[in-house]
């Protein structure tokens, strides 16, 4: 079934989500997690950096001739031009054009600190590469994300410059400019204030990149779509660098299940769990039996108190029908358990 482009499910599992510490993909894992998330009914998948990265570059060739995808677009990630060059000559991005992807996110710098001190260009450069770089891939017929780094920090030091980056890329004819929190350092009062602004400034869509690193990758991610932001990224399971990125599973369960907001295909909610398991198998990262949703404690019960309640109606100590994705409720027999804790138990055996 064809998703809606009004509203982007973005997952980069096989790209940010493989830089976590430990975590180590072969091509064939990445041909089976793309599988999962087709399944999952994500609408994009981003598969890697074809040209900069041989394992990446073996993978998409191996994706557009064997992945038959029913639900997501495939995604290939890169830069923008190197400085002072032409778009045409630059072999990256000459890569992306020949990748088979019908989608292009190109990572652009959108703090000034950054283009100065680690691009070690101009500001004014910096928005070439940009707009050339876009303009480039847009003539190759694909569509053009912009991932605008570090454009939290970018905007508190200087936020004409970080609207400029967007307005530049809008022009160039990129579809979504997605704000990076890169460092993962905001919270979400702040965050959900910036969105508001690019929004009010800017006609294009706007997405949303958040890092787990003050634990709220996920309210962030909330926070900025319930400003206007309308393209999401994650990793599934919440893989990432350093604390991770946000985890688009629990994302896309509170936009469904709390919002309202239907995100995936019908009925693919209800394979959250099973998924966000079998990929934990392919990364062979242990799954987190305290993730929320689709972790195996997440609906287990252990107070005597609880159970009894339980008896009566499972909706009195529980935030959602664990079924809704997948999940089960599981009844723990303890020192804590009473009379309800074993006849729920008993009745389940
Ligand atoms: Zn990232």
Request: with cysteine; aromatic share 6%; glycine share 8%.
């Amino acid at each position: 079934m064809a998703i809606s482009d009004a509203f982007h499910i973005y997952d980069t599992t096989l790209r940010d989500g493989a830089q976590q510490e430990g975590l180590n993909l072969s091509v064939h894992d990445k041909l089976t997690i793309a599988r999962h998330l087709d399944d999952l009914g994500v609408g994009f998948i981003e598969g890697g950096w074809p040209g900069a990265n041989p394992k990446d570059t073996e993978f998409f060739k191996l994706a557009t001739k064997e992945l038959k995808l029913k639900n997501a677009t495939f995604v290939a990630f890169g830069a923008t031009r190197r400085a002072n060059t032409k778009a045409a000559d630059d072999v990256l991005l000459r890569a992306l054009a020949e990748s088979g992807a019908p989608v292009v996110t190109l990572v652009a710098k959108s703090h000034d600190r950054h283009v100065e001190l680690a691009l070690k260009t101009d500001l004014q450069e910096n928005l070439a590469m940009i707009k050339d770089s876009i303009k480039f891939l847009r003539q190759g017929g694909q569509r053009v994300f912009l991932d605008a780094e570090h454009f939290f920090d970018g905007y508190r030091a200087n936020p004409a410059y970080a609207l400029e980056v967007v307005r530049v890329a809008a022009e160039a004819g990129a579809d979504v400019i997605a704000l990076c929190d890169t460092n993962g350092g905001m919270l979400p009062d702040e965050l959900s204030d910036v969105v508001a602004k690019v929004i009010s400034d800017s006609s294009a869509r706007i997405g949303i990149h958040c890092h787990n690193d003050t634990g709220c990758a996920i309210a962030n991610s909330l926070a900025a779509v319930a400003a206007g932001a309308s393209h999401v990224q994650g990793t599934l399971n919440g893989y990432g660098e350093r604390t991770g990125n946000a985890d688009l599973i629990s994302i896309i369960a509170n936009l469904q299940l709390k919002k309202k907001q239907e995100v995936l295909p019908a009925g693919a909610l209800e394979e959250a769990f099973r998924i966000a398991h079998a990929v934990a198998e392919v990364t062979n990262v242990s799954p987190s039996a305290r993730q929320p949703y689709v972790g195996v404690s997440a609906f287990a019960h252990k107070a005597g108190l609880h159970a009894s309640a339980i008896k009566v109606d499972p909706s009195l100590y529980q935030h959602e029908n664990p079924e809704s994705v997948g999940n089960d409720m599981r009844m723990l027999v303890s020192e804590m358990a009473g009379r309800a804790s074993i006849e729920i138990k008993s009745s389940q055996l």
